[in-house]
């Protein structure tokens, strides 16, 4: 065969607009929800990216002290329960911090 096979593989989808306003809108109750359940010491970001893959999202959550807990998740993972579990990696990584907890944290 000289590369005139009918099939070439899978057919990349493009992402419609309403497509990518749906990612943005569960991405940004995630973020919400994660900023509800700590302390404004604590900074909360996402953003969609578009990869080779597809779109996939990031959530990133930044503790007072410690390191900075970050999930990178294909749209359709964008659900409720990732904000509590982003705000207990966060705790927990202060808790875990050399520099301890802030004595305006307690």
């Not at 109750?29 to 970001?45: E, P």
Request: charged residues 20%.
């Amino acid at each position: 065969m000289h590369g005139n096979t009918p099939y070439a593989g899978p057919e990349e989808e493009e992402t419609t607009s309403a497509q990518r306003h749906s990612i943005r809108r569960d991405l940004a109750s995630v973020t919400a929800s994660t900023r509800s359940l700590l302390t404004d010491d604590f900074v909360v970001g996402g953003e969609v990216t578009d990869g080779a893959d597809g779109l996939s999202a990031t959530v990133a959550v930044r503790p007072p002290v410690g390191q900075v807990v970050t999930v990178q998740l294909d749209p359709d993972e964008l659900t409720g329960e990732l904000a509590s579990e982003l705000a207990a990696g966060a705790a927990l990584q202060m808790l875990r911090s050399p520099e301890g907890v802030p004595d305006h944290a307690s």
